[in-house]
């Protein structure tokens, strides 16, 4: 039996319209909500919750929850579900990630709709399973081989899982593209309110199927529906495409490519442009005090959390602080940091790492104003009064 | 629909067109297991709009793309793990996934085993030729003792995998090992197997002239194919005279590789077990969800 996305069985397993909900299990909520049906897993501190969540609701809603045997399998049945006409979703956290790399690339090269959920823990390696941090980011961008553009949110409510995740679904839709939610430890482990939203309110977005006829189908080129996308409809498998789809590099055919320059420039070309093409369309930041201000924190994720604490306390003590805060981080929203960069004196970049999302920022700040890393590392978060130490104020 | 009688019009049939010729050596294998699986679908007269082929990274994981159906070719090992997913979004689809040796046995194992001990609804076609074709000729994990690989320079110390005899224990649904060099018990086998509900492995030993047989002197492409012939013996004589034979017996077929059918069972699959427990939970009322019950079988 195929996945029919059933709205009142959905609402009817999920529950009261308001909870005070575990920030994993809100990415539970926003995945089924977007109409997830297949869920591959295994478990990983701290993202197990998000793996049980699913095994319980899952099979409710009729959808398919199956543990594997590894990370590697979990993301590679998670893009055989896609192909297969489901829209699909796992969740893991550093060591599983990095085991994904090679599938996320795949996913990138062959066009497929997905969404991982990281629930980012302390590293190197096994690092401090149980405690959040923000190491992953660049992996997300740049952790598996070859040339791409990514597509991650990073949520800093338990609301934001929630809603994030689904639109998560609605972004690797609408590019076929794999997406990261890139949450962390304090995040999937913190508990909030959250409100579900009313079915009237969801705006979903399901990928373009492929339609016209076959014999005029070309598999990856340009949509041959939507006028101006660069993105290809979907031959889901089993409505009679017959489409190759392959990692190798390949022609408009789906044809291998292995020696050709041409092909490669093309398709590489086409499959990053699509998100570039879109990346003013992709901006999703939050503005707070940016008006007056002469230092802002740029910042994402958790680390937003003490950041905002600290800039209303530097503003009671007459300090002009702002805070701007993205929530999709890939692409980065270059154009909005040069901006700020010409207006202040000073960008600080609290992360929860050494410094990852610092060197964006001061790549796009391009000498404009100071730029300094407000770095945490060790599985805490920031003390507000950490972050006023770089604002001067005691 | 005319009706298929000779190679050719099986391959009009069922090829892609634009792929051709293929990517295989002169004198290997790897086609003739292409032609043994489309006679059979052939026999079987599936629909090849639901018919899904998977498969990995070597030469033999190239097969899905001369078949004219949807095909998915993957990371080097992962084919299954890939298949799990496009059988649970639509389990009306048939999966079919070609590997090699290197493939299945070495790279992607963790995936064949947990898929063969779930019963996970598939046929794995897995060509077996000792060696890393692909590549070059590196050593495979089903390399025979003694064999040179240009990792092995000196000869394969690591005694070889025998991967039927792993989905057996594990509990596949269907087994069985072939040679390249017979047409007509491989072409019923891989019926059956495609027939199966649960998990089926068909294992083809297949020559690699270019990297296996050259290196192995074993020949010219005519040689190395009659090696088939001369080392192996079906499964049914292999046992009866490991068990009954005299030592002398027993020494003669000791190191020749049983083919045929290994297991054939009628376990329920996996989705066909996961079918039931969506039924379950889900004539529940969603407010009060099914209690499990434990019941812990062994
Ligand atoms: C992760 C990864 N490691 C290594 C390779 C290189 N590689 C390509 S094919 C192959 C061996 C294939 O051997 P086998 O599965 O036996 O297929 P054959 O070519 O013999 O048919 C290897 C090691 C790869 N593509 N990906
Ligand atoms: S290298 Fe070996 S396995 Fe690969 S095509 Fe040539 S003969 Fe076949
Ligand atoms: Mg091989």
């Known amino acids: 039996m195929v996945y029919k996305r059933d709205p009142k069985k959905i609402r009817e397993v999920l529950g009261n319209k308001v909870q005070f909900l575990l920030g994993d299990m809100a990415c539970v909520y926003g995945g089924l909500l977007a109409g997830v049906s297949f869920f591959g897993g295994y478990p990983i501190t701290p993202a197990s919750e998000v793996a049980e969540g699913m095994a319980r609701m899952l ?33 893991t ?46 992996q997300a961008r740049y952790g598996t081989h070859g040339d791409l553009e990514a597509l ?12 994030l995740t689904i639109e998560a679904f609605n972004l690797s839709e609408k590019y076929r593209n794999p997406v990261c939610v890139m949450t962390d430890g304090e995040m999937g482990h913190l508990r909030e309110r959250i409100v579900i939203p009313d079915e009237k309110d969801l705006k979903l977005i399901n990928r373009v199927e492929a339609t016209i006829s076959k014999n005029k189908y070309i598999p990856f080129t340009n949509s041959q529906t939507v006028k101006g996308s660069k993105v290809p409809d979907f031959p889901t498998f089993g409505i009679g495409y017959h489409t190759y789809v392959t990692g190798l590099t390949h022609n408009e055919k789906g044809f291998p490519a292995t020696d050709k320059q041409k092909d490669h420039e093309r398709l590489v070309k086409r499959i990053t442009e699509k998100i570039t093409d879109d990346a003013d369309k992709l901006v999703k930041v939050e503005k707070f005090n940016l008006d007056d201000a002469d230092t802002v924190f740029v910042t994402y994720g958790a680390s937003a959390r003490p950041a905002e604490t600290a800039m209303e306390i530097a503003r009671s003590k007459g300090k002009k602080v702002g805070l701007l805060t993205l929530k999709i981080v890939w692409p980065f929203p270059e154009k909005i940091v040069a901006k700020l960069a010409k207006q202040v004196d000073k960008i600080i970049v609290p992360e929860m790492n050494l410094g990852q999302i610092y060197h964006p920022v001061r790549e796009a700040a391009c000498g ?27 | 629909m005319v009706e298929v009688k000779t190679a050719d019009q099986l391959n009009k049939k069922f090829l892609r067109d634009g792929m051709w010729p293929t990517i295989f050596c002169n004198g290997c294998g790897h086609g003739v297991v292409l032609e043994y699986t489309l006679w059979a679908l052939e026999e079987l007269g599936w629909d090849m709009d639901k018919t899904v082929f998977a498969s990995g990274i070597g030469c033999s994981s190239r097969m899905p793309g001369y078949i004219n159906a949807d095909g998915l070719h993957t990371t080097h090992g992962r084919a299954i793990a890939f298949a799990t997913g496009i059988k649970a979004a639509n389990p009306d689809l048939n999966l079919i996934i070609f590997t090699g040796d290197g493939d299945c046995a070495g790279i992607g194992g963790n995936h064949f085993i947990h898929a063969a001990r779930r019963n996970m609804d598939m046929t794995v076609i897995m060509i077996n030729n000792f060696i890393y074709g692909m590549t070059g000729g590196q050593l495979a994990p089903t390399a025979p003792l003694g064999s040179i690989a240009t990792t092995a320079p000196y000869g394969n110390i690591e005694p070889p995998f025998d991967i039927c005899n792993l989905a057996k224990a594990l509990g596949a649904n269907y087994v069985a090992r072939w040679t390249v060099t017979h047409p007509y018990q491989p072409i019923k086998s891989v019926k059956d197997a495609l027939s199966k509900k649960g998990f089926s492995l068909v294992e083809f030993l297949a020559p690699c002239p270019t990297a296996f047989g050259r290196r192995n002197k074993l020949g010219d492409i005519k040689k190395h194919w009659e090696w088939y012939d001369n080392n192996t013996i079906l ?20 190191d020749m590789f049983p083919i045929g059918v290994f297991q054939d069972l009628n376990n329920p699959g996996f989705f066909e077990r996961y079918e039931k427990l969506v039924d379950r939970v889900m004539g529940g009322s969603p407010k009060t969800p099914v209690k499990a019950k434990a019941v812990v079988q062994k």
């Open chain 1, 93 to 138: 956290s550093g060591p599983g990630f990095s085991l994904m790399m090679e599938n996320y690339g795949f996913a990138v090269m062959t066009e497929t709709p997905c969404v991982i959920v990281n629930v980012q823990r302390t590293g190197p390696s096994t690092g401090q399973p149980t405690l959040g941090a923000q190491g992953d980011m660049m």
């Open chain 1, 59 to 91: 099979p409710r809603v009729g959808g398919t929850y199956i543990q594997m045997e590894d990370e590697i399998g979990s993301i590679a049945a998670v893009i055989g579900a896609a192909w297969g006409g489901a829209k699909s979703m796992t969740a």
């Open chain 1, 368 to 394: 404009n104003c100071e730029v300094e890393v407000a770095p945490k590392i060790g599985g805490e978060m920031h003390l507000p009064v950490e972050l006023l130490k770089y604002l001067g104020v005691k």
């Open chain 2, 235 to 254: 499964i049914e004589d292999y046992e009866r005279i490991m068990n009954y034979g005299t030592e002398k017996e027993k020494e003669e077929v000791k």
């Open chain 1, 152 to 163: 991650a949110f990073a949520p800093s409510t338990v609301q934001e899982c929630l809603d």
